[in-house]
Nanobody, 117 residues
């Protein structure tokens, strides 16, 4: 099993920055992709950014140039640096781990990000 714990959410004014962290524990060696997703009220959960074990990244068009996903040196941590935040970035942000050895993905409990205008 893998456990994911997010932190770093909060309230920020438009144009501000936040850095989210996600720490994985358990069978982390099985995780090859980690990512951040978000879900706003009344909307479906959507991809924000993903990073593979080899360092390849992909981003939602809405956050390109503003958000950066990175992995820690210990490989069990993933970060999301969010700059130039907009009110439409307001959502619960979830960390996800993917493993080729598991039929299901691993999710954290989520952290709230609120951007005021």
């Amino acid at each position: 099993q893998v456990q994911l714990v997010e932190s770093g959410g909060g309230l920020v004014q438009a144009g501000g920055s936040l850095r989210l962290s996600c720490v994985a524990s358990g069978r982390i060696s099985s995780i090859n992709v980690m990512g951040w997703y978000r879900q706003a009220p009344g909307k479906l959960r959507e991809l924000v950014a993903r990073i593979s074990s080899g360092g390849s990244t992909n981003y939602a068009d809405s956050v390109k140039g503003r958000f950066t996903i990175t992995r820690g040196s210990a490989k069990n941590t993933v970060y999301l640096q969010m700059n130039s935040l907009k009110p439409e970035d307001t959502a619960v942000y979830y960390c996800k781990g993917e493993s080729p050895f598991s039929p299901y993905d691993y999710w954290g409990q989520g952290t709230q990000v609120t951007v005021s205008s």
